[in-house]
């Protein structure tokens, strides 16, 4: 009897879990089904507001189109009329411009100057305190103005001295030893001749008709040898530039973007008709900025070209005076003068153009012709624009009055 009840019991407590777990598992099942249901209601709903996005973009696509280049090229002045807004103006400006001019200029610049530029290699001996005597090797660029062998270089590439070895490159493969016949360190130019005649000399342009933003062409041997008679083209960037280089000041340079490496140094630049413009000089190092290259004018070099030409040598002509730029003699003596630049004469030579025409000690030069002169190497620049016999008015302040005085350079000695 106790079996039988333990047995029902058994079979009860069997049945209700049966119960329970039924009742979860269709609780499951029901929930289960309302989430999958709502869940694909809830797609439904996003489906149908994305589809909304993209045909209101696929819209405004074809409208745009519309608007932009099918009516104002089809459709505007031939079915429709034409809004204002594309009537346009009668003042536009066009400017044709065909890159093939440029490129056909510079070849053609290339094939007439191209013999005209040589390489330079130079041998200096320098005593070393530790080991004696060594050879210093350097190479740069020139460029032949005369027919007889007379060749324009930097004076750095000669090394600043007569007595570097000179060796001059030509286009045909020959070879010759040069020699210095003059260079002068604060115009960083240098003449440098050679034995040969009917060479193919360079036609020489007027560096004071050059302007911003023409050709400009750059011929020289960037980098060395191996890459001789390298052609570069740009622009004329600007005119009258001044550089402080390696203590020195030089002026009136004509800047380029056309590329100027270390090499291209005495090498011509050349206009748009092959001549020359400038002597390549300098290019600014710098991790900041490129494309700064500079030449010395042509014109600057014509009157010494001319002169070691004709005697074989460049003297020119002087004034007498020895001086000092107002700026260093206010800072070295703590005074201030009246003019703001200009050279303070602190002595006066005897015998000199300078002596004939009255000047002296306490005088400030501002001004040589239409040429201003703020050091004695502005001065020094002026004059070699001038021969025995030419004639000259000074501007001066003297005692806080400006005058002007005339000069003859007839004299050749003094400093």
Do not use: C
């Not at 209101?56 to 090229?73: Q, V």
């Not at 070895?165 to 030893?177: A, R, W």
């Not at 933003?213 to 750059?218: C, F, K, N, P, T």
């Not at 201003?372 to 003297?398: A, H, M, P, Q, W």
């Amino acid at each position: 009897m106790e079996d039988n009840n333990n047995f029902q019991n058994q079979e009860n407590r069997e049945t209700r879990d049966e119960s329970i777990y039924t009742n979860r598992t269709d609780n499951r099942e029901k929930h289960s089904y309302t989430y999958s249901v709502e869940g694909k209601k809830a797609s439904k709903k996003r489906r149908g507001l994305f589809s909304y996005i993209v045909v209101a973009l696929i819209a405004a696509l074809i409208g745009g189109t519309l608007s932009s280049y099918i009516a104002p090229n089809y459709l505007y002045g031939r079915y429709i009329p034409t809004p204002k807004i594309f009537k346009g103006s009668n003042n536009v400006q066009k400017i044709n411009i065909d890159p093939k001019d440029d490129i056909t200029t510079v070849e053609a610049v290339a094939k007439k100057s191209m013999k005209s530029v040589v390489g330079i290699t130079t041998v200096q001996v320098k005593q070393n305190f530790f080991f004696g005597p060594i050879r210093e090797q350097g190479v740069g660029s020139g460029v032949i103005v005369d027919s007889d062998g007379y060749i324009m270089t930097n004076s750095h590439v000669i090394g600043n001295s007569k007595k570097s070895e000179i060796t001059v490159l030509f286009e045909n493969g020959d070879k010759k030893k040069g020699e210095v016949l003059w260079y002068d360190t604060s115009l960083d130019l240098a003449m440098v001749k050679v034995d040969g005649t009917n060479l193919p000399a360079a036609e020489l342009g007027n560096s004071d008709d050059v302007n911003v933003g023409e050709i400009a062409v750059a011929i020289g041997n960037p980098l060395g040898l191996d890459f001789e008679r390298t052609v570069t083209s740009g622009i004329i960037s600007g005119l009258n530039r001044t550089l402080e280089t390696e203590g020195k000041r030089i002026e009136d340079l004509l800047q380029t973007d056309a590329s100027i490496n270390p090499g291209n140094s005495g090498g011509p630049l050349l206009n748009s008709k092959g001549e020359v413009i400038g002597i390549n000089t300098v290019k600014i190092r710098s991790e900041v900025a490129e494309g700064l290259g500079f030449a010395i004018p042509i014109n600057t070099a014509k009157p010494i070209i001319s002169q070691v030409i004709e005697k074989g040598e460049f003297n020119p002509v002087i004034l007498g005076i020895q001086g000092i730029s107002v700026e260093n003699y206010e800072q070295m003596l703590g005074r201030d003068l009246s003019p703001e630049s200009g050279v303070y004469i602190v002595e006066v030579y005897p015998d000199t153009p300078a002596a004939e025409v009255g000047l002296r000690v306490g005088d400030v030069i501002i001004k040589i012709d239409d040429k201003e002169t703020e050091t004695i190497d502005d001065i020094r620049k002026v004059l070699f624009n001038y021969n025995i016999g030419d004639k000259s008015n000074i501007t001066i302040l003297r005692n806080g009055e400006e005058k002007t005085v005339g000069v003859t350079f007839d004299k050749k000695s003094g400093q």
